[in-house]
């Protein structure tokens, strides 16, 4: 999978927000 630049930012975020965040990434992606 490819990380787009605003996904740097979200590094920084607390291990659940993180996964949520990834979690809604890969929805956007199609999975």
Do not use: K, Y
Not at 1 to 16: G, K, R
Request: charged share 25%; hydrophobic share 50%; no cysteine.
């Amino acid at each position: 999978m490819v990380w787009s630049p605003e996904f740097e930012f979200d590094i920084d975020l607390l291990p659940q927000q993180r996964v949520d965040a990834l979690t809604q990434r890969v929805a956007m992606f199609g999975e």
